[in-house]
């Protein structure tokens, strides 16, 4: 913020341009301080846009509010670099956004802090967070159907069928 420092000599003479208008900034980002919420969505689905936010402090606490701050998301297993968006509110709170994979299973999301001059990134403390994206719905272009009998078939006699069921991206759907 900015304040005003007033230098005194021998307690009330001010030296030469005292008072002084000072502007204090936060330092860089910190994993320790940062904090993220909404990382984990009661549902998610293969290919889908996930949102969280994250509000980023420096190490003593302070709102980073420049917006110059990268915020990046990684997902394990397979260490995926998504794609992702994030766009700062002014108030050092990033709206971040990504497509989830398209293999259905559980993921841990993540998280990492840094300034754009400093090309360093922190993770947040708090992270990994854990999700579970789910099949999307069942398609039939996927799906499959297969009947088993003794050949050939015959009017009358037992067959069975059976149905496999996955989404657009193979996933076992229910």
């Given at each position: 913020?900015?304040?005003?420092m ?39 689905s293969?290919?889908q ?13 302070n ?6 701050d ?9 260490s ?49 967070y854990?999700?579970?994206?789910a ?31 996955a989404?657009?991206?193979g996933?076992?759907?229910?």
């Amino acid at each position: 913020g900015d304040y005003t420092m007033a230098v005194v000599r021998g307690g009330a003479t001010h030296i030469l341009g005292s008072p002084f208008s000072v502007r204090a900034e936060a330092a860089q980002p910190s994993g320790t301080m940062t904090v993220a919420t909404g990382v984990q969505a009661a549902t998610l689905s293969v290919n889908q846009q996930a949102t969280f936010s994250v509000t980023v402090k420096d190490r003593f606490g302070n709102l980073r509010t420049a917006g110059n701050d990268d915020v990046r998301v990684r997902l394990d297993p397979g260490s995926i670099v998504v794609a992702m968006t994030s766009t700062h509110s002014g108030n050092g709170v990033y709206a971040v956004s990504y497509t989830t994979p398209k293999t259905a299973g559980a993921y841990s999301v993540r998280i990492a802090v840094g300034s754009s001059a400093a090309a360093i990134g922190e993770q947040l403390v708090t992270s990994p967070y854990p999700v579970t994206i789910a099949a999307g719905a069942a398609v039939a272009s996927s799906s499959t159907l297969t009947a088993s009998c003794e050949t050939p078939c015959v009017a009358g006699s037992v067959i069975s069928l059976t149905l496999k069921t996955a989404d657009a991206f193979g996933n076992k759907a229910a």
